[in-house]
């Protein structure tokens, strides 16, 4: 079930851009090491950080205006 990243809190995505930073730095370890199976996934992690990013960006202008 995928969740709709707008509906979160702030809080809430913060929690969700450092565990997916986190995942981030693993999955580049691993493809580092030659352990990454799903090459894909590294594209997959840096989108849904773009994403959380995007709508943090968004809720900070919107409260400056």
Excluded at 22 to 46: C, M
């Amino acid at each position: 079930m995928k969740v709709n990243l707008r509906e979160l809190t702030d809080d809430e995505l913060t929690d969700r851009l450092e565990a997916e930073r986190k995942e981030l730095f693993n999955v580049r370890f691993q493809h580092a090491t030659g352990a990454l199976e799903n090459t894909t996934r590294l594209g997959q992690v840096k989108r849904e950080i773009a994403r959380l990013l995007t709508i943090q960006h968004e809720r900070a202008r919107a409260r400056k205006v």
